[in-house]
C-alpha cells in the first residue's frame, strides 16, 4: 500500500497525513452529517469497543466472585495483577513485536521515520527505550492500575457505591457507555496539564516525554505519581450509579488504551484494502512538540485554551509565537 496516497513524507523520512487534524465535528458549524458519522465511527471502532468487550470478559469469567472479593486477599489480588500484565504483555508485546521488532510494516504510516531501538540513550535505562518502557509499565504501571482495581471491586462487594444493573436503568448505562471516552479524556486533560508546569515537568512529567519518537512500551512508561493521577479516572464510578464493569472498563480505557497515542504509525496495515486507522496522530504531536494537545481530540478543551495544533506550519508559528511570549514573561519576571 502507498502511504503516500494518504500523506506526505519529509526529507528526514517522517510521514503525517494530507488532512489536517480537526476536533470532533459536533464543535464545528455548520454540522455535517458525513463527518459526525465518520468521527462516530472512529469513536468507536476498533478501541472504544474492544476495551468494553475485554471488560466484559474481565467480569464474567476473569474476575472472583462478590463473596470473594468482599476481604481483601493475595490469592484474587494476585490473580488480578497477573491477568492484567498477562493482557498488557499480549497485547503491547505483539504490536511492539509486529512494528518495531520485525518492522514488518517499515516506516509505512509512521510518523517518526526512525526506530528508537537505532537511537539508544542515556535517559533510559540500559539506554534503551522498550526496556525503560517495559519496566516501567509492569514495575509501577501494573501495580498501581491493579490497586485502583482492587479498591473498586472491594467496595462493591462491601455496599460501597451505587452499584446497579442495566435492567434498572437501560438508558442510563447507555448512557454512560457512550460517555465514558469523553470523561476519560476530559479527566486526562485535567491531570495532563498540570504536571507540564516547569517544577513537575521536571520531578514527574519528563519521564513520559524522554520518548519523544514514542513506541509501544512508552504508554505507561511514567512517573508512579503520574500512573497513580492518570488511573484515578475510575473513581468516578464510586460515585454515580454504574456496575462494576464500567469501572473496568474506564481502567482498560486507561491502561490498554494508552496504546493508541503512542503506536507512532497512523495506520497499521495488515492487507493492502483495509488499512486500520489508529487515530494516534494528535497524542503524537503532543510528544513531538510537548506543549500542545494535552487532551485527546474528542473535547476541544485545547482549541478552548489555545494549546491545539493539527499539524500543520501554519500552527508551528502559532506554537512559536505562543512560546516566544512565555519566554519574554519569564525574562521580564527575572528582571523585577
Not at 455496599?159 to 437501560?170: I, L, Q, R, S
Not at 464510578?237 to 464500567?246: E, G, Q
Amino acid at each position: 500500500m502507498d502511504d503516500l496516497r494518504y500523506g506526505r513524507r519529509n526529507k528526514r523520512g517522517d510521514w503525517s497525513p494530507n488532512e489536517p487534524l480537526q476536533i470532533a465535528p459536533f464543535y464545528r458549524l455548520p454540522w455535517n452529517a458525513r463527518d459526525i458519522l465518520a468521527w462516530a465511527k472512529a469513536y468507536f471502532f476498533p478501541w472504544s469497543v474492544a476495551w468494553m468487550a475485554i471488560a466484559l470478559i474481565y467480569w464474567n469469567f476473569l474476575t472472583p466472585s462478590v463473596e470473594t472479593m468482599k476481604t481483601i486477599s493475595p490469592g484474587w489480588v494476585l490473580f488480578i495483577f497477573a491477568r492484567n500484565a498477562a493482557a498488557l504483555l499480549l497485547f503491547f508485546g505483539a504490536i511492539e513485536l509486529r512494528l518495531y521488532v520485525k518492522r514488518s510494516q517499515g516506516a509505512q504510516f509512521k510518523y517518526n521515520g526512525k526506530f528508537p531501538a537505532d537511537n539508544k540513550s542515556d535517559v533510559f535505562m540500559f539506554r534503551s527505550q522498550t526496556i525503560d518502557g517495559a519496566i516501567r509499565t509492569f514495575g509501577t504501571g501494573v501495580p498501581i492500575w491493579t490497586a485502583y482495581e482492587v479498591l473498586i471491586l472491594w467496595c462493591y462487594a462491601n455496599g460501597y457505591g451505587a452499584w446497579t444493573t442495566f435492567a434498572d436503568h437501560p438508558i442510563w448505562f447507555i448512557a454512560l457507555w457512550l460517555a465514558i471516552p469523553i470523561w476519560h479524556e476530559f479527566h486526562f486533560y485535567c491531570v495532563h496539564r498540570p504536571i507540564h508546569l516547569p517544577f513537575l515537568y521536571k520531578h514527574i512529567h519528563s519521564i513520559h516525554h524522554n520518548s519523544v519518537n514514542p513506541s509501544p512500551w512508552s504508554s505507561l512508561s511514567m512517573h508512579p505519581i503520574e500512573q497513580a493521577l492518570f488511573f484515578s479516572s475510575c473513581l468516578l464510578f464510586l460515585i454515580i450509579p454504574a456496575h462494576p464493569v464500567f469501572a473496568l472498563f474506564q481502567l482498560n480505557f486507561s491502561a490498554m488504551g494508552s496504546i493508541v497515542g503512542h503506536i507512532g504509525y497512523d495506520k497499521m496495515v495488515f492487507n493492502e484494502d483495509t488499512p486500520i486507522d489508529v487515530n494516534g496522530y494528535n497524542h503524537y504531536l503532543h510528544h513531538k512538540y510537548f506543549e500542545v494537545n494535552y487532551g485527546d481530540g474528542s473535547v476541544p478543551i485545547d482549541k478552548i485554551m489555545g494549546t491545539f495544533h493539527d499539524g500543520t506550519p501554519a500552527y508551528d508559528d502559532i506554537l512559536d509565537q505562543r512560546m516566544k511570549k512565555r519566554r519574554d514573561k519569564l525574562a521580564a519576571k527575572a528582571q523585577r
